[in-house]
C-alpha cells in the first residue's frame, strides 16, 4: 500500500478497519499458563435485587467496576464500526486550485460537540469539525485560506510552526485586526517549513482554543526522501480542557483506534493543543521519535511513552511488529481511566497479524 | 555591536528600543491578499448608552473583549518606551575586586512588588529586586558574596547549577546554620564551571523562593570560543506561583520585549523558578537549543516551543532571520491569555529590518 | 566493591551507611569565610511563654519554623540509623527456579502504609510493600509470576515497558479477563528488552496504581559489557497522589538517602509513576542520562536536574567526586518544602570522603 493512500486518512481510522479471524479477548481467556478458572465474565454475576431495591445496589461493588470496565471496551470496539457519537473532526480538506495558488475556506461556527457518547460540550469548530479539517500542503505551495467568522465575537487564526510573513502570523493588534463577527479575511503565504504544524485561533485564546478552534497543518517535504518512510499515517492531537480530555476531539470510548498490518511503519505526529502534559504509553512497542516542530532530532530516540509539551509536535514512526490489541493511553492515570473505566485519552494500537485479525474481535461486538 | 556591549543588558531590553521606520500594526491593516474593509478598529464601535445606563454595560462583550486586547498590547508597547510598573529586576551588579576576590553584596528585605500594573504583592527581594540583581562571574573567579538578612525569618542562599564546597551549598541545618534574622552570612567559593546559573533561598523555599528569593548567576567560560558566538543576551526567568505568573518578574503588559536587528544571533538563558511548566512559543522563527544546565547538548536541537522544567536552565539561540513582531509566550494558553487579553508569561522578539522598525511602532503610542 | 553486591539492594541505603569520621553539619558551623557569630540553634533561643500562655506560642515565628526544619533534618538522620516508619518496600524478590523458569509469587492485599512518620493511608501492596517487591531477570529468561488477588475488587497487572505476548500485557477486557477477588493468576513470557522497567495495576489504575500497587521489574542485559559500568545501584520511584509526595513509598524524613564513596559511579534507575511531574535537582554534582524507557540515549545528556514524566524510566549516573551531603529533591519546590520544614520527594547523597564521613555525622543523632 504506497504512502500517497495514506496522505488521506489522516488522522483517523475510521470504520475501515481490515478484515480477518482470530479474537483477542476470547484468545486470552483460553491462556494456558494458569488463568482463572472461573468462566463467569462479570455481568453474568450480578444478583439482581430483591423487592424495592433498585438492581444497582445488589451488584457487589467490585463487580460493578467490572462491568463498567468492559461496558467501555465493548462500546470503544463498537465505536470501531459505527461511531457511537455525532460529529467527526479532522477531515481532510482538499484545496481548490486557483491560478496555482491552494485555496482552502473555513468558517467558523458555533457548534454542539459529541465528545463521548452523550457528553455534548458548547463548542466551535473550523468548518463543523473539531478538530477542523486538517490541512495539508508542500514546501513551495502558495496557499490562500479564506476565513469567515460566524461567531458573535473576533477570531483571528495563527498557523502554529509554519514560517509566514508577519503580517499573516495572526495576532489580534500586533500583526492584524482581529476578524469581527460576520466578516471574511484570507490569509496567503507561500510554504516554506515542512513539519506537523497547527492552526488555532489566537484571540482569546485560553477560551476559543479550547473550545475547539484548532487543528492540523501538514505540511510535506519538496523531497519526500528527506522524510522517514512510512506505510500508515495518523494524527493524534491532544487536548483537556473545556470539552475534556480528548484525543482528536474525542474521548475513550468514542476515539478511533489505530490500526496496522503486522510489519508496517505507522507514523503519528503528535500534537499537544491542551494546558496539560500527556506522556502517552504505548503496550508492546516502542516508538521512534524523529522529529520536533518539523525539525530534525538527531539521532532519533526511542521510548515507549512520550511527551508532547503543549504547542509542540513529535513525529514518530512506530514498527508494527506485535500483533494483538495494544492499550495506547496517557500514563496520568487519572486522564485515562476511573473506577467507571477507561475515559479520556485512551486508544489502542491494533495490529493485524497470523493469529490475530483486527475484523475477527469486531464481529464479536 | 560586540558581544561585552550586550553582557550589560543581560536580562531586558528597557526603553533602549532601536530606530527606524515602517510600523507593523498599521502595515497589517494594509494586507493585499483580502483583509476586512471594516475600517473600525473597536474602540470606534462602542455604542454609547442611553440615559442612565452605564457606558460600558452598552459595548457588545465582543467589542469589550477586542478593546481590553488591544489596550493590552497598546500598554505593552507603551512599557517598552516608559516603564508601567514600579521596580525593575535583575540589573546586573557589578563586583567589587578584593585582594584579586570579586565580591557582590546582597541584602535580603521586605519589598512590594508591582507585576504588573497596579497589582501590588508582598514579596521579597535581593536588593529590591524581583528577580534579584544578576551576578556575574568566569570559571576561575574566587566570589565572595556578602549576603545580610532583613527579613524576620532566617533564610540562606543555594547556588543552584554551580559546583561549590559542600559548607557553600546553602541548605539549612545540612550544609549551614540558617542566617537568622539581622545577621550577615558571607559565602566564598572559586567558580568552577560555566552555565546558566541560578540562586535562590533554600529555607522554605515554596514561600521564599515563590515570594521573589531568586536570581541569575551566570557563568561566562574561561574559554569563550567554547561557548557559541552570539550578538544579543536575554536571560529569561519564568515563575508562576505567589507573585502570578511572569517573566523577569513581571507580567504582561510589564513585561520587556525582546528586540533585535534582522540577521543578529540572539541568545536566550532560560530558567524556570515556578512550580508549572512553561512551554514557550516563538511565533515566526525557531530556537537552538544548545545547553542544559551548563552542559552541552550534543547536537542541539531545533524547536519552535521550548519547555524548560522548574530547576533547569536551557541556553539556545534564534537566529533573527525574520522582521517585524513575533509573540512569544506560554502555549498553556491560560498562562497567557484570557478574555481580558494577554497577561501573564507573553512577550514579543520585535527583529528590526528594511521594512519594520520598532521605533517608528513605538512612536505611535 | 562488585557490582553483584549492590544488585540485592536495589532501591534503598537502609542503615548500612559507611564509617569514618568529621562531621557536615558540625564542620560548616566553623565556616571561615565570614558566618554568623552566634552559637545559638534556634531552639536555645526560645523565649518560654508567661503565665498561662502555651509555650509554643512564646517562639516567634521565624524560629519555629527554624525548629521545624531542624526537627526534619534530624529526623532524617535518625531515619538512616534506624527507620522510624513501619514498613519497607522494594525488597528484591528472590525468584525461585522450576524447570529453568523463573518463579515469583505476588500477593495483593490491602495494607495500612506509614509514607512518613505517623502518617498512614489506607493502602494497598504487592505482598505487602509499597512499592512492590522489586523483580530482577536477565534478557532471555523465562518468568513465571503467581498473582494471587487478596483484595474486594479484580485487578491485573501490567508489565510496563517490557516486551511480552500480547494476551500477557494485563489490561483487563483488552487482553485478559480481570482477576477477580480471591483468584489466583498466572502471567509467563520470555524476557526480550532490557531495561528499568515497572509493573502495576491497569485495572482502576487511578485508584488502585495511586494506592501502591506498582513496582520495579529491573531487565538485566545479556551481554552486561552493552551498559555502563556502575558501583552503586538505586531505584528511584517517584509518586504523588493518593499516599501523598513520595519516593520508594516514603516521605522525607523517611525517605532514605544515597550513600557513595567518592569516586564510585551511582547509577540511579528513575521511574515516574505518579500523576505530576518531579524534576529532581542534585546539588553539587551532575547526572549523566543515558537510557529512556531501556533505549539508548546518544549521546548521553548531563543536567543537574531529571525531568521524568510519568510513564517513563530514565537510567542515570552520578560521578560521586564532592564529598558531603548533597540535598537532592523535587524542584517543585511546593512537593519538597513548606513552613514546617522538607517532606515529601526530599533525600540526600551523601558521598563519604577522606574529611567527611557519613558515619561522624550518623553519629551526632
Given at each position: ?8 486518512r ?11 479471524g ?16 472461573a ?32 461496558k ?60 477542523g ?23 483571528a ?26 466578516k ?21 485564546s485560553?477560551?476559543q482554543?479550547?473550545r ?11 523531497d ?6 512510512y506505510d500508515?499515517?495518523y ?10 480530555f ?26 499537544n ?42 513525529d ?34 491494533a ?9 475477527d ?5
Amino acid at each position: 500500500m504506497g504512502r500517497r493512500g495514506f496522505l488521506k486518512r489522516a488522522g483517523v481510522v475510521g470504520a475501515v478497519l481490515p478484515v480477518a479471524g482470530g479474537m483477542v479477548v476470547a484468545a486470552c481467556y483460553d491462556d494456558p499458563t494458569g488463568g482463572p478458572a472461573a468462566p463467569g465474565v462479570p455481568t453474568q454475576n450480578v444478583q439482581p435485587g430483591a423487592g424495592g431495591t433498585p438492581p444497582a445496589a445488589a451488584v457487589p461493588a467490585w463487580q460493578k467496576i467490572d462491568e463498567d470496565h468492559q461496558k467501555g471496551v465493548v462500546d470503544f470496539l463498537k465505536n470501531q464500526k459505527k461511531p457511537l457519537t455525532k460529529g467527526k473532526g479532522m477531515q481532510e480538506l482538499p484545496a481548490r486550485i486557483e491560478n496555482g495558488v491552494k485555496v482552502f475556506d473555513l468558517t467558523i461556527d458555533e457548534v454542539n460537540w459529541e465528545i463521548s457518547p452523550g457528553k455534548v460540550e458548547k463548542a466551535r469548530g473550523y468548518n463543523n469539525q473539531i478538530p477542523g479539517p486538517t490541512l495539508r500542503a508542500t514546501e513551495g505551495d502558495r496557499v490562500k485560506i479564506n476565513v469567515t467568522n460566524n461567531l458573535t465575537e473576533s477570531t483571528a487564526i495563527h498557523w502554529h510552526g509554519l514560517l509566514v510573513p508577519n503580517e499573516m502570523d495572526g495576532v489580534p493588534f500586533v500583526t492584524q485586526k482581529p476578524i469581527e463577527p460576520g466578516k471574511t479575511y484570507t490569509y496567503e503565504f507561500t510554504i516554506r517549513n515542512q513539519g506537523s504544524h497547527m492552526y488555532h485561533s489566537h484571540h482569546n485564546s485560553a477560551d476559543q482554543v479550547n473550545r475547539g478552534l484548532l487543528g492540523a497543518f501538514i505540511i510535506l517535504p519538496k523531497d519526500p526522501a528527506s522524510y522517514p518512510k512510512y506505510d500508515k499515517e495518523y494524527i493524534l492531537i491532544m487536548n483537556d480542557s473545556l470539552l475534556g480530555f480528548s484525543l482528536n476531539g474525542k474521548g475513550f470510548p468514542a476515539t478511533d483506534a489505530l490500526v496496522a498490518k503486522k510489519g508496517e511503519r505507522v507514523l503519528i505526529r503528535w500534537m499537544n493543543e491542551g494546558m496539560l502534559y500527556h506522556p502517552m504509553h504505548l503496550h508492546g512497542m516502542s516508538m521512534e521519535v524523529f522529529q520536533r516542530d518539523g525539525y530534525p532530532i538527531s539521532p532519533p530516540y526511542r521510548c515507549d511513552t512520550i511527551d508532547v509539551p503543549p504547542g509542540n509536535r513529535f513525529d514518530c514512526i512506530i514498527e508494527a511488529t506485535e500483533e494483538g490489541v495494544w492499550a495506547f493511553h496517557c500514563h496520568v492515570l487519572s486522564h485515562a481511566e476511573y473506577e467507571g473505566g477507561f475515559f479520556g485519552l485512551v486508544t489502542v494500537l491494533a495490529v493485524d497479524g497470523d493469529k490475530f485479525k483486527v475484523a475477527d474481535l469486531l464481529a464479536t461486538v
